[in-house]
Structure formats: C-alpha cells, structure tokens
C-alpha cells in the first residue's frame, strides 16, 4: 500500500484522474487471473504522456512496469511497487494500401482481423496469440510457423530517458521469442507491418484452421499464461513433461493442463505462489529425468508476498 501524495498530484498533471488508479488490484489484467496490486496504475492516452509519465518516474526515482495485454506475465502475490503502466488506450490500427500501423496497445488478434477485412496475407498466424502490439514486438510472438519478425518493418519506441525514437525491425534483434526490448528499455508505442495482397477467403480459411488447431489442443477453458517453457532444442517442451509423468500434477490452485502439458492452468483460486511452485516442480522433474533445462518463456515479475 502506498501513500505518496505528491506523486500521485504529479500523474494527474499528466492524465486525468480515471487514468490514475491507486493500490489497483492487478488479477484482472493478467490472463492468469492472479496477481497482487500495482500502487499506481496509470493509462496514458497520448504518447506525450507515456513520455511524461517515463520522466517522471525517473525524476523521482519510481520503480516503473510496463504492463501489455498481461498474456505472458505472472504478476507474483505481493503486487508491484512503483508506476504500472497499461497502455491499452493507445490502441488505434490504421491501414494504407499494403501496410499497417498499429498502436502497441492493440491486441494482436485485432491487427490479424484487419488484414483479413482489408485482403492482406502475412498475419495469419497471430490470429490467436492473444497480446497486444507490444507484447508481440517484445516476444517477438510466434504461431504455426510465422513470427512477427516476418512483417515487422518498423516501431516507434520511448526509451528509457523519455525520448521517442524511431528503430528499424531489424534494430530490435528479433529472434525466437525474444528482443532487445528488455535491454534497452523501450517501451513500444507503435508498430509498422507490411503485408501482401492476398485472397480474403484463403486468408479466411488459414485463420480458421489455426482456430481450429489451438481450440482443440490448447486448455483454453481456464485462465493461464499459455505455453510456459520455451521449446527446447531438439525436443518439445509438452513432450517431456507429459513423458515424465507431470499431467494433471496440481500445487494448490496450479496445475499441469490435462489437454496441452505444456500448460499450467489455473484451475482453482491459484496463487502466483503455487503457480511458480509448479513451474519449478517440472523444471527439476525433467531434468532429473530427460536432462533438460526447460527455459521459461513467461515472465515472472513484482514481489513476493
Ligand atoms: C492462451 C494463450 C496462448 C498463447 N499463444 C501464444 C502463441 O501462439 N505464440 C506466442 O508467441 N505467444 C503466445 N502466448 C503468449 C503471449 O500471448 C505472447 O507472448 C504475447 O506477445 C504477450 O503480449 P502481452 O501484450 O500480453 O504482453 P504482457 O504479458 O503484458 O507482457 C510481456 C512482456 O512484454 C512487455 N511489454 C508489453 N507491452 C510492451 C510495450 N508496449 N513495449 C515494451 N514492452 C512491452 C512487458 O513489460 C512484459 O515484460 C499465448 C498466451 C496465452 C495466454
């Protein structure tokens, strides 16, 4: 719980007071459905205002998070310190002949459905992975073979500092499931994709199937993180854990997806506790057994209770 009367006069100079949530609980925006509170949410709607709020956590010397659509974060129990910043109201997605801006608050699987309603090819693949814009770049998201290295071309960024920049795609280092985002600290504001001319009803149909595919085989029916590990080389992550014996295995509320094992659903008033207890669980299971490190994709983030 937080009490900095100043800082919190200081972001209403910068946005308006319903943009300013003080103690917010943060479960509700996270897939996982748990999570302890932010001390200040903030939701910019301008990037002048992201970058207000980046210098003035600076000048302060605030802890500052970057929340997207919180489908690859495990927020732990004890909240986060600091400014959280959400930048779901920066969610604008422009169309010009074969190319698309997306603000980096947009979900992904919106940025997919324009190019489908505009008969463009290229994004199919994100038409379930459900991040934001940002989210994607940070991740560099990835499904059934294409990624967002493929499209990307350009970004708008924040730094650190509060400085916007403008960076190539190629700037960002992007490789599997991984940036140099984290590194450098940007905070994205705006993505360029560029796409083909395509036929709507093939488009149509690629993004049915891969429908199709993830709600047959993923555990969509509970809150989750998604695929927690990365693929290791030369194997596959829900293989091992699925041959080691690890399905169904619950830690209280947590428990390894009986449909997709290299998920970890929760399935019952999970903690963020439980939930990391178990990750590590199969960790050290499969390593006992196959040998594997398995590397965890989804972040962990804030404080423990
Ligand atoms: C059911 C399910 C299925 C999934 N399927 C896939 C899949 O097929 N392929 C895949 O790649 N992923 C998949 N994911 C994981 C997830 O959707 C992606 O990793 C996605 O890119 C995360 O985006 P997000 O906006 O939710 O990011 P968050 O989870 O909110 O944040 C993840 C990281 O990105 C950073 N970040 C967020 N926005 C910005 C920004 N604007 N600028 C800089 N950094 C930012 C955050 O600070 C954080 O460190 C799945 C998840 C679920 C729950």
New binding site residues.
Partial sequence: MVNNHHLYEELLKITTNENVLVNQPLKDY???RFGGQADYLVTPETYQEVQQIVKLANEHKIAF?????????IIKDGGIRGIVMN?SKLNKVETNDEVIIAQ??A??IDVSREALAEKLTGLEFAC?????????????????GG?VKDVLVSTK?VDRYGKLLELSAEDLDLSY?TSN??DHG????EATFSLKAGDQHEIKAMMDDLTFK?ESK?P?EYP????VFKRPPGYFAGKLIQDSGLQGKQIGGAQVSEKHAG?IVNRENCTAQEYIDLIRFVQKTVKEKYNVALER???I?GEDL
């Fill in positions: 996270t897939y996982t998070t970057l929340l997207g659509n919180g489908s690859n974060l930048l980096s608050g979900r992904i379930g992975i459900p991040g934001s814009v940002g989210g994607a770049l940070f991740m560099n998201a990835g499904a059934y990624e960024v499931r985002i984290p940007y905070i994205v504001l993830r993923q969509l989750s993180c998604g695929s998920f994709e989804v972040r983030i």
